[in-house]
């Protein structure tokens, strides 16, 4: 801050006038001593507007340090004193800000400083743009090319001892940020006369004293080289030594540098080579050797260095050694050899010298652009640098200086272009009012030289394509013919009469009057250095070479690819190239570095006035300075105007309606600018003076901040609103996901445990289960497997004992038989001769039944005939009779019990019998019968006085006497009777009064039916038209009915002599006067306890319920 408080413009701390324009008076003295006294006060640059003039100080000033670049960085051109990083500073930021491609031309005789000021701008662009490693690394490759094309490009001369010998010209490519992604560079003509022989007091090109001072003895053997200078013809002696130059650790600065751009090792090593191989090339001799036809013929003096150079190269000697002796013409396919004389030799190693060696620095750059090009495609923003070999005026001048002179009036040209005529033309243009400004444009040299029919270069192509002998003085002869009349062309030859005493013009010499200054060129030489020819025998060697360098290096030895047509000339390359890096300087926005010598001495603080006043005329620095002054110092399309400066005004800002240049008056008037210090063109709008350009541009400065403070205001809270927002919203996603994820977790957690412990508690149930089911399983099995071995194992003893007895017994009893029948046979034999066998059977069985009845007595069972037990059969013969012996024996005991009954005994027993015969298993009341006696005359009738009538009218002896229930037909109600049956009939009388109801001889009764289960009901069938039969047949319920059945059947059959049909069935009908009633017995019906009941239905039904 406070620096930028202290000095804030050009005009502060001012030593002379820091801009020309601000140069009161203005003439060429003022102009001089201002350069003079800021050269004095160690202020090297001085500004024309935006030009750059720079006077080189010889001397190093402490004024490019890092601080200065930080203290110029990002400030306006007119802000602090001029220097060339102001001027860097406004290029790389109008490429960076405003998308204009640049261009820095920098001009200047020899040794003005240009290639120092060259690499200052790239040094000060690399400071100052983007950082990061890949970005150092670009920067740090387009920093490093420099020592390198310098090692080999440049050398001492009499006017500068780091002198540029080509013309280079970098492209630098940034992206959009202004960060460098890489660089193009291309060259332009080598002084490459140089290798073989330089001027004096002059030195070839730095590289070759370098590798004899720098290199190590190791690498010095390699490449079969000697330390010594003077060892080395192409090596001058008389300077060979630069003061305050060390050879020897430059050569380790270039090496670093070679590896810092991406040469590899093996690739060094050959360029190193190559080098070594042009240095001996040039201790080849010749010596001349006459053969028999007269012709000259030349000899290598010592075939040494050949021999070594050949092993450096991987050259066939003996093919190297031809080429130097023979040159072999080709055309229309016929060959013809020549020998070479001395002087032809000679020609032809200095020629392949120089080839090898331009040709190697041609492909030096090719190779630095491979390592430095950009690596992406998108578009890319150029600042071009060009440095170019200066303007020089020697004793001797040749074809180099032609060529690089002629160059130096393109640029002047150009200069006079963009600047001065571009300028005035604009106001014209513009309708400005202006006086013309008289300056000298250099147009009319540019077209002595390069005029496709007249120009010079023009005539000596013709001069070098023309049949017939063509030397340099036919050339001279031609220029004399063709531009004698030309203003800055002079020639003592020339049809001009003015220089034909002309002596300081010698005959052999043209001279031309450049825009700085007249030179003299020695016409000696133009023709073969235009014509530049190798003869083809060397190309062919050079590409047999074992070495893939050298191959490369002159694809056209290639006997494949012979190509007969002439290469073009060096001049008419020259100038093609230079026509396209004018057209290209065109497209882009020029700066200006003029670089001025101060002293030819190379002395520091030495300013040699007339030497400084002759370069500023020919610059036309003077007419740069009117012109500037007479114009406007700024000026600009309205619309970029407006473009720029429109927020300075609120009516423009920040849009303005309407035509650009009514926006910019608008503007200008509301910025209260005096109208003198601005002017309206046609399209654009000029600015007289600087400062008014500085105060707008101050105004927006800080316009922009205050804008970009709002902007950013405005946008860090929509951002930090936005970006709240959106972690609000994602905040809740979040957690809503992170719930539902943990309480999924949760339930997972918790249901694998309940399913755990339900599993375990199951599984331990069903083990425990499990466990006692087997425990039980087995004991069963225990239990059942012990008894069934147990049972098994009695059994089995006991049957193989009762075996083993029953075999025992029967072989006793066998052997018993036997021995019997033997005794008995030995003892009857005499007795028995026939039917003894009979005889002894029949006697044995009496025996045996004898036997069977005497024990059969004792075992008898008990006489009761219901004892079932009777004695096991001994015999099993005796089956048949044993089972017929206890039925005889049941049969006779039952008969023993019988005969002891009575016959009152036996009446009873009788009609039990009968009673059993009837009803056993059909009526379930029978077997409660069975125990009970029966009494028949349960009413004792005769000895009652109630019943004495009724005895009176029965005379017959009572068989049964007893009360029982007659069913009332008509409703099934009970009504108490006494029934009497009697020999002949069945009598039914009033219980109380004993009155005859009722009398049914037994011959009517046809049937008897009752149920089969345990009730007391039956029905008396009558005979149909029997006197009894009249109100129907009797329906009654007894307590002893088995009893009366029994006891009428009896009667019935005893008195008939027919069996009375009794039927058993629980449905029976019965004939109720005409009705023909169904009795149906139910079962069930417990309503008056276990008595049956009795209903009339309808009439057809009776039901009885019975228990
Ligand atoms: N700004 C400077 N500060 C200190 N010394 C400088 C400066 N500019 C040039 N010199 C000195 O002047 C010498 C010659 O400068 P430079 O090589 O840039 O000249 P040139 O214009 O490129 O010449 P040529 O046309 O021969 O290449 C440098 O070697 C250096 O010693
Ligand atoms: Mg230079």
Known sequence: MAKMEVKTSLLDNMIGVGDMVLLEPLNEDSFINNLKKRFDHSEIYTYIGSVVVSINPYRLLPIYSPEKVEEYRNRNFYELSPHIFALSDEAYRSLRDQDKDQCILITGESGAGKTEASKLVMSYVAAVCGKGAEVNQVKEQLLQSNPVLEAFGNAKTVRNDNSSRFGKYMDIEFDFKG????????????????????????????IFYQILSGASEDLLNKLKLERDFSRYNYLSLDSARVNGVDDAVNFRTVRNAMQIVGFMDHETQSILEVVAAVLKLGNIEFKPESRVNGLDESKIKDKNELKEICELTGIDQSVLERAFSFRTVEAKQERVSTTLNVAQAYYARDALAKNLYSRLFSWLVTRINESIKAQTKVRKKVMGVLDIYGFEIFEDNSFEQFIINYCNEKLQQIFIELTLKEEQEEYIREGIEWTHIEYFNNAI????????????????????????????????????????????????MSKCSRFLNDTSLPHSCFRIQHYAGKVMYQVEGFVDKNNDLLYRDLSQAMWKANHSLIKALFPEGNPAKINLKRPPTAGSQFKASVATLMKNLQTKNPNYIRCIKPNDKKAAHSFNEALVCHQVRYLGLLENVRVRRAGYAFRQPYELCLERYKMLCKQTWPHWKGPARAGVEVLFNELEIPEEEYSF??????????????????????????????????????????RFLLMKRSQIVIASWYRRYAQQRKYQRIKGSAIIVQSYTRGWKARKLLRELKHQKRCKEAATTIAAYWHGTQARRELKRLKEEARRKHAVAVIWAYWLGLKVRREYRKFFRANAGRKIYEFTLQKIMQKYFLEMKTKMPSLSPIDANWPARPYLFLDATHKELKRIFHLWRCKKYRDQFTDQQKLIYE???????????????????????FHGAYLEISKNPKYKKLKEAVEEKIIIAEVVNKINRANGKCASRIFLLTKNNVLLADQKSGHIKSLVPLGDVTKVSMSSQNDGFFAVHLKEGSGAAGKGDFLFSSDHLIEMATKL???????????????????????FRQDKVCVKFIQGNQKNGNIPTCKRKNNRLLEVAVP
């Open 179 to 206: 960060d460098p992604l890489g660089g193009v560079i291309s060259n332009y003509l080598l002084e490459k006369s140089r290798v073989v022989k330089q001027p004096r007091g002059e030195r070839n090109f730095h």
């Open 445 to 492: 040299i540019c077209d002595l030289i390069e005029n496709n029919q007249t120009g010079i270069l023009a005539m000596l192509d013709e001069e070098c394509l023309r049949p017939g002998t063509v030397t340099d003085d036919t050339f001279l002869e031609k220029l004399n013919q063709v531009c004698a009349t030309h203003q800055h062309f002079e020639s003592r």
């Open 681 to 722: 063109g046609r399209s654009k709008i000029f600015i007289r003076n600087p400062r008014t350009l500085f105060k707008l541009e101050d105004l927006r400065k800080q316009r922009l901040e205050d804008l970009a403070t709002l902007i950013q205001k405005i946008y860090r809270g929509w951002k930090c609103r936005t």
């Open 911 to 933: 009609e039990k019998l009968e009673a059993s015969e009837l009803f056993k298993d059909k009526k379930a009341l029978y077997p409660a019968s069975v125990g009970q006696p």
């Open 1049 to 1071: 059947y009896r009667t019935t059959l005893s008195q008939t002599n027919q069996k009375l049909n009794i039927e058993i069935s629980d449905e029976f009908l019965v004939q």
